[in-house]
Every structure is written in structure tokens, then in C-alpha cells.
């Protein structure tokens, strides 16, 4: 019965896809369809390919950093296993947004799992492969309780010949072990620059976008290893060029819309910072909050420029990782960022004065 | 009095709730009444307005924003002003539901919800630990829905644009749990098509990356001090208030850091005390509470002992009882006794004990151990 309700939802949600492409989001529009599109997870899509053959399927755990195309796999995967029609009834799709507490599982999860698959019809049959199986997407699986997840365990046994579940998750470790264990896990790895490129590159041509030549690096330098931060990112830029002439879009825009903060700002606490003198690194760590940078983007652009510049000795790059993570930390507590980060520059101002 | 600059939020949000009041600009604070409706009359950071303008030229796809900045910056100004210039002046009718909505648990709970025929809005502090709930509950009712095309017939003011999507505003998102977050994820994605997201909040690093990377950043900086005295201007032209020299806009403006909403009513209540008139000598009206705190902070400074401590319990308590925020209070406090010290090495312990006993506060849930904890603290490094 609940599993109706969901099913009802996904019918009004796939019929706009006809024609509603202009007002989607590109990251919508240009999801993968077929696994071969799946850009650089080619451990998992191998994998998965071949049980595009053999109609077998193990139970399955993504995890990975955001952008990397978890979802996005499973569900190209679902769509070449049974074709858009069958999809309705084979697969269920529960994510965060869905209330997905003990109760749930016990309830919606378990009566579908224990469904008999329905018979596909011959036209499926002959286009796709139509395992006779179901298949249970738990996206964000990492957001479940412990208890929810714990309810998990039997049904996912019980049912293994009508029923495989997928878990998608950005941490693994929030799985529990018992889970984790019943599935064939896959690691999904931040995308290495050069694919990025070439599927951002893809996005832009066929947007016919215009474009200064080191823009595409810099906006996968700026989203690291997030396709969907820097598909985002290329069509909000465009978007805000669009009616400029020419609409060209340049570093610059980049750099404004992806809330980094520019180097000559980070330049000058760094200098602040190096004369040691507390009143005016107050003065500056105030600026900096008055203009509205976030805290954790500062602190994570003086995390990369003290670790890459070549000036400071192994002790003092040590330390100031030390300060740079607990300033992390406590921002992520979601301390006050104007004390954090002062904190953060006093301290580092205290290890130049220690002689470091 | 006393209350007004830390209630300025509280106010905020009745006076939202009241437009129509405010349109007709009776008995409203120059706040509300000078606050600017379009996107062309935004004073500050053009750049900024320039931005959200070539956004509303093509609103159809209008991405989801995630405004940041700091406090009385003009975050929510600019994002009523961008949906005005999608939507019309519609976007200013505002009404209040109560809606209920029922936890797993059977409890009830009530949320005050604005809404406009075009958008809606919610404060998640407003429902505590259960904010994931309405965000699965409401949210996905709104989102669910398809805008019915009721625009083509009034067609006229809009455009002729047919927006087939809502806008819902969630203000201080940053004080969303993570799981309120990462419901939002999904949702966000799909359902895209009939629902576009507005956050603002003051602090980003405690919003999750997924929902950073699936909206629109929009940095809102504070006005600088000459754009905020400008403003006070213009708002003292309007109202005739006669001053007699600019310095003291001037003053005003510094005291409030960029605070544009705290210069306004410092302004107003200002000019009101001393008859629309404004000199150079006119005193400022700081809040009761910050000078409390001024005071602590040099009680805490000069006499460090037991004694002294226990005062400052009955101060704190004192301040809490009148609602000032503990993360407020800290932070004032710290800012305070930083001006006061002269040592560098105090100076920076001050700041990390700050940093320190602030992140306690937002763990914890019983304010004064944590603030008195950093007072004795305090005492302690100053005295070596």
C-alpha cells in the first residue's frame, strides 16, 4: 500500500522529462543514461557491466565523496537492467528526504522486498535483460540510525532471491559492520582532473558556451573532484554572463560565484599574520568577516597555501596543521566563525613570534 | 529599549508577517519602512545587484541560492528583492498558516508558516530538534505540487511569464540539523522542477557540503562604513531630521560594524530622544546589555577573584534571563576584554579560551557553566 504512494510520485515526476529540459538544472540533464556514460568509476561499471550479462547481482554498498556519481550509477544501472517501463514496479528509491526510521523499514522496505517480481512483458524482454530480481535504492544510507539499520539485516537475507539492495553513502564507517558486510562494497574515487575535464568540457559544448581557455581547469580546481559542484558552477556562470556581450565567461566570474576567496586577500593576512602584530591582524581578520567570506573557505585556503609554499620548515607546517584542524573542527561545531578564525591567525602570528 | 537590538530578529520577523502595514508605512521602524522593495533601489555592493539581476532577466531557470554574509548585510532584502522582480509585488502579500505536522514519536507540533501566493518561508530554529520533519513533510507537500498556470491571466504584471515553480525561503539555515541537510539533498534535485530554494544564513561551515555544491553562493558583504552612513542620509531626509554634522553619522556607523540594520535603529531611537535633532555632541545609544558587558569585562580584568566571580554569575544571569543569546554574550565579552588587554600573550589566550568555551556552548545545552567557565579562565591566564 505505502509502496502505491510512491509509485504515483514517481509517475508525475518522469512525465515533465519531455519537456520541461529547459528549466532543469544541467546536473539533471546531463546524468548519465547508460552506464558506459558514467564518467572514470570504471572499477564499478565494469563490474556492474558484467552483471548486465549474467543477470546476477551481489547486494551492493556505494560509497565515495559527493559528485562522484554513486547515484547516478545505480540509477543508469536499474534503467538498462529493466527499461523505463518495468523501472516502476522493480525498483523502489528511498533517500534522506524520506522518513526512514525503524518503522519503514519494517513496514514499506520489507513489503516490498518481499514482493514476487511481476512477470516483464514480452517487448521489456526483448530489449533488456529483466533479471528476476527487485532492486531497493537506499540513497544517503549513511543519514539511517543505527536501529534502522539493524532492521535491515534480516530482511536483506531473507529475501536475497527476489530482492537487491543498493546503499549509497558518503562515509562508510556510519554503516554498521553487520551491513557492510553483506554487500560487495565500491569505492567511488574523486574524479581525476582529465576526465572531469572531458565531461565538463562535453556539458559546455553541447550548451555552446563560450569560454576563456583555463576556465574549465580552474572551475574543477575550485569544485576538487565534484562533478556536480562544477557542472553547477559552469551553469551559474554562464547564466550570469549570458546577457553580457560577448558572453564570455572568464576566471574571474569563477572565482566570484564559487565563494573562494581571491589571493590577493589571502595574500595579505598571510603578510598580517607574518609581522605578528595582533592589533592589526584584528583589524584584518574583521574585514575579512565583515565582506562576508565564509570562515571555512579561508581556513581551508591558508590549509593549502601554508602546505604547499616552500618557505616554512616541516615543524612549523606541522604545527599549523595542528591549528588549522582544530579550527576546523570547532567551525564545524559551528562556533562563531569571527572567534575562530581570529583564534586561527593569532595562533599562527604566535608561532612566527616563537621563532619558528 | 533595552531589548530592541538583540530582539531586532525577533521584530524582523513580526514585521515581515506584517507588509501590509509596513506598505502603507504606519507605525513601522525606518527599518522596515525605508527597506528597499525592487532590485534597482538596493543601495550596496552593485556588483552584487548587478548579479541578481541578470538572474531575474530569465527566471525560468533560476538555480537554488544559498545567501551568506553577515548580520543586517541585506541578505533577505535582496533575496525579497530578486523575487519581487520575478514575481511582482504579489511577493509581498504575505499571510500566516499554522500548520501541524505529527513526529514519529505522536508529537504534535505547530509551525507558523509565511507564505505569499509565490513563495513561502520557515525558520528552522523555530522548531528545535524536529526540523528534519518538516522538511520532509512540508517541503515535499510543496514541492509535489505543481504550480497551477494561473499566470498567464495576470499574465500582465509578470510578464507573461509562467513560473511553474515555488519559492521557499528558509532563513538561518545554518542553524538546520544535518539531518534537516541532508533531507534537503534529494529533494532538492528532484523535485527541482516545482521548487526552487532560497537559504540564508550567516555562516557557512556548518552547512554540508552536498548543499553547498548543489546551489548558487551569493556573498553578501556588510555595507562599508561611508555606504552605511549614506544610507542614514537618505533615511534622515526623508524623515526631516535635522543634523547638524555628518560626524556623527559617521560615529554611528562605525559603532555598528557594517550592521546596517543596527545602524537604522540606533539612528532612530537616536533622532527620537533628542527631538529629530541631531549634533555632533548627541550621545550614542549603545544597548543596555552591551554596556553590562563592557562593564564585566573590566570588573573581570581589574578584580580577579572568587568574589568577583560570583557578580559576574549574577550579571550573567541577570543577561540571560533578558534573552540575550550565551553565543552572543561570549562573543561581545571576548571582543571586550580583547580591547582591554595589552599583553600580547593574554590576548591571545583570551581568543583561544573564546574559541575554545564557544564551541563547548554550542555542544552543550546549560550556557552559564560554559560562560563562567570562560570567565574564570579568563582570571586565571590574566594573572599567569
Excluded at chain 1, 607546517?317 to 583564534?343: M, P, R, V
Amino acid at each position: 500500500m505505502s509502496s502505491e504512494g510512491f509509485f504515483a510520485k514517481r509517475q508525475k515526476l518522469s512525465q515533465p522529462e519531455n519537456h520541461g529540459d529547459d528549466s532543469k538544472p544541467w546536473v539533471e540533464k546531463y546524468r548519465p543514461k547508460k552506464l558506459e556514460d558514467v564518467t572514470a568509476q570504471d572499477h564499478a561499471v565494469n563490474v556492474l557491466k558484467k552483471t548486465l550479462q549474467s543477470a546476477n547481482l551481489p547486494h551492493m554498498l556505494f560509497y565515495g565523496p559527493p559528485g562522484t556519481g554513486k547515484t547516478s550509477t545505480i540509477l543508469a544501472l536499474t534503467k538498462e537492467l529493466y527499461g523505463p517501463a518495468l523501472m516502476k514496479s522493480r525498483v523502489l528509491e528511498l533517500n534522506a528526504s524520506d522518513e526512514r526510521g525503524i518503522a519503514i523499514v519494517r513496514d514499506k522496505i520489507k513489503s516490498f522486498a518481499r514482493l514476487t517480481v511481476s512477470k516483464p512483458s514480452q517487448n521489456d524482454r526483448e530489449k533488456y535483460p529483466c533479471p528476476p530480481y527487485k532492486i531497493i535504492i537506499l540513497d544517503e544510507a549513511d543519514s539511517m540510525t543505527a536501529d534502522a539499520q539493524s532492521a535491515l539485516r534480516r530482511t536483506m537475507e531473507n529475501y536475497s532471491n527476489v530482492t537487491r539492495f543498493c546503499l549509497i553513502c558518503n562515509y562508510v564507517t556510519r554503516i554498521i559492520d553487520p551491513l557492510a558486510s553483506r554487500c560487495s562494497k565500491f569505492r567511488f574515487k574523486p574524479l581525476d582532473s582529465s576526465n572531469a575535464l572531458s565531461r565538463v568540457q562535453y556539458v559546455a559544448k553541447e550548451e555552446r558556451l563560450q569560454y576563456d581557455e583555463h576556465v574549465l581547469e580552474k572551475i574543477l580546481d575550485v569544485s576538487q573532484g565534484d562533478l556536480r559542484r562544477a557542472i553547477m558552477l559552469l551553469q551559474s556562470t554562464s547564466k550570469i554572463v549570458k546577457h553580457l556581450d560577448p558572453p564570455q565567461i572568464t576566471a574571474l566570474t569563477v572565482d566570484e560565484l564559487a565563494g573562494t576567496v581571491p589571493t590577493e586577500l589571502l595574500n595579505e593576512l598571510v603578510a598580517k599574520i607574518a609581522t605578528a602584530n595582533l592589533e592589526t591582524i584584528k583589524i584584518n581578520v574583521r574585514e575579512m568577516i565583515k565582506s562576508g567570506w565564509s570562515g571555512a573557505s579561508v581556513v581551508n585556503q591558508l590549509h593549502h597555501y601554508y602546505i604547499n609554499s616552500d618557505q616554512y620548515s616541516t615543524a612549523f607546517k606541522n604545527k599549523a596543521s595542528w591549528l588549522i584542524f582544530d579550527a576546523d573542527s570547532k567551525l564545524t561545531n559551528g562556533s562563531n566563525e569571527h572567534i575562530q578564525l581570529l583564534n586561527l591567525a593569532m595562533k599562527l602570528a604566535d608561532l612566527y613570534r616563537k621563532g619558528l | 529599549m533595552t531589548s530592541i537590538f538583540y530582539k531586532d530578529e525577533v521584530l524582523l520577523r513580526e514585521f515581515n508577517t506584517n507588509w501590509k502595514a509596513q506598505l502603507t508605512g504606519k507605525m513601522s521602524l525606518w527599518v522596515d519602512k525605508y527597506r528597499p522593495k525592487s532590485l534597482d533601489a538596493l543601495t550596496h555592493t552593485p556588483r552584487l545587484t548587478h548579479l541578481l539581476k541578470s538572474l531575474s532577466v530569465e527566471p525560468r531557470d533560476l538555480p537554488h541560492l544559498l545567501f551568506y554574509g553577515p548580520n543586517g548585510a541585506g541578505k533577505k532584502t535582496r533575496c525579497m528583492a530578486l523575487l519581487q522582480s520575478i514575481f511582482g509585488s504579489g511577493v509581498y502579500k504575505l499571510k500566516i498558516d499554522v500548520r501541524q505536522f505529527t513526529t514519529p514519536s505522536n508529537r504534535k507540533l505547530e509551525l507558523n508558516v509565511v507564505s505569499s501566493p509565490y513563495h513561502l518561508e520557515i525558520t528552522p530554529s523555530d522548531m528545535g530538534n524536529n526540523d528534519r520533519i518538516v522538511i520532509q513533510e512540508l517541503l515535499k507537500e510543496v514541492a509535489q505540487m505543481e504550480q497551477v498556470d494561473f499566470q498567464t491571466a495576470s499574465g500582465a504584471e509578470t510578464g507573461g511569464l509562467a513560473h511553474r515553480y515555488k519559492c521557499v525561503i528558509i532563513n538561518e539555515a545554518d542553524s538546520l540539523t544535518r539531518d534537516a541537510q541532508a533531507a534537503l539533498r534529494r529533494t532538492m534535485e528532484k523535485y527541482s522542477r516545482n521548487i526552487r530554494f532560497i537559504m540564508l544564513c550567516e555562516s557557512m561551515s556548518s552547512m554540508i557540503a552536498p548543499i553547498k555544491s548543489r546551489c548558487l553562493l551569493v556573498r553578501t558583504p556588510a555595507p562599508t562604513t561611508q555606504e552605511t552612513a549614506d544610507a542614514l542620509v537618505k533615511v534622515g531626509g526623508q524623515e526631516k531630521v535635522t543634523v547638524e554634522d555628518e560626524a556623527i553619522l559617521n560615529t554611528i556607523a562605525e559603532s555598528c560594524d557594517g550592521n546596517l540594520r543596527k545602524a537604522l535603529l540606533t539612528f532612530e531611537s537616536m533622532a527620537l530622544n533628542n527631538e529629530m535633532c541631531l549634533k555632533s555632541s548627541t550621545a550614542l545609544i549603545r544597548a543596555d546589555w552591551v554596556v553590562v558587558i563592557l562593564k564585566m569585562a573590566n570588573r573581570i580584568l581589574k578584580d580577579r577573584s572568587v568574589s568577583s566571580l560570583v557578580e559576574c554569575r549574577a550579571t550573567l544571569y541577570d543577561l540571560l534571563a533578558h534573552c540575550i543569546p550565551a553565543k552572543v554574550i561570549i562573543q561581545e565579552l571576548a571582543f571586550a576584554l580583547l580591547d582591554a588587554i595589552h599583553n600580547d600573550n593574554h590576548k591571545i589566550a583570551v581568543v583561544q579560551w573564546a574559541s575554545v568555551f564557544d564551541e563547548r556552548l554550542r555542544l552543550g545545552n546549560k550556557p552559564i557553566y560554559h560562560l563562567e567557565g570562560f570567565i574564570a579562565r579568563v582570571m586565571c591566564e590574566v594573572d599567569g
